[in-house]
C-alpha cells in the first residue's frame, strides 16, 4: 500500500505561481511513475505531468513551458512547480503514483482568479 499527501494548493492571482508537494508513504520501493492530474468543475480529469523514476518528464500541452515536475527519490516527493498560472487551470489538482498498482492523493483545491 501507499499512502499520498498532497499540500501546497490555494487561491492566486493568474500570472501567479503555485508549488504543489505529494508525499509519498507505505510501499514507496514500488513506485514507478509519479504525476499531476487534474479536474475541473464539469470536466473530466486530465494528466497534468508524469515524471518516470529515471527522471523522464511528460506534460499536457496547456501546461508546457510554465509548469516543471520533479521528484526527490530520497523523500518519496514529486513536486509540480506552476508558473503564470491562468484562469484555466482552476481545478483541483491530484497526485498519482503507479506502484503495484495505482494509487491517489486527496486533492488539493488550485484557484486562479483573473
Known amino acids: 500500500q501507499v499512502q499520498l499527501v498532497e499540500s501546497g494548493g490555494g487561491l492566486v492571482q493568474a500570472g501567479g505561481s503555485l508549488r504543489l508537494s505529494c508525499a509519498a508513504s507505505?510501499?514507496?520501493?514500488?513506485?514507478?511513475?509519479m504525476g499531476w492530474y487534474r479536474q475541473a468543475p464539469g470536466k473530466q480529469r486530465e494528466l497534468v505531468a508524469s515524471i518516470s523514476s529515471f527522471g523522464s518528464t511528460n506534460y499536457a500541452d496547456s501546461v508546457k513551458g510554465r509548469f516543471t515536475i520533479s521528484r526527490d527519490n530520497a523523500k518519496n516527493t514529486v513536486y509540480l512547480q506552476m508558473n503564470s498560472l491562468k484562469p484555466e487551470d482552476t481545478a483541483v489538482y491530484y497526485c498519482?503514483?503507479?506502484?503495484?498498482?495505482?494509487?491517489w492523493g486527496q486533492g488539493t483545491q488550485v484557484t486562479v482568479s483573473s
Open positions: 507505505g510501499s514507496t520501493f514500488r513506485i514507478n511513475f
Open positions: 498519482s503514483v503507479l506502484a503495484n498498482r495505482s494509487y
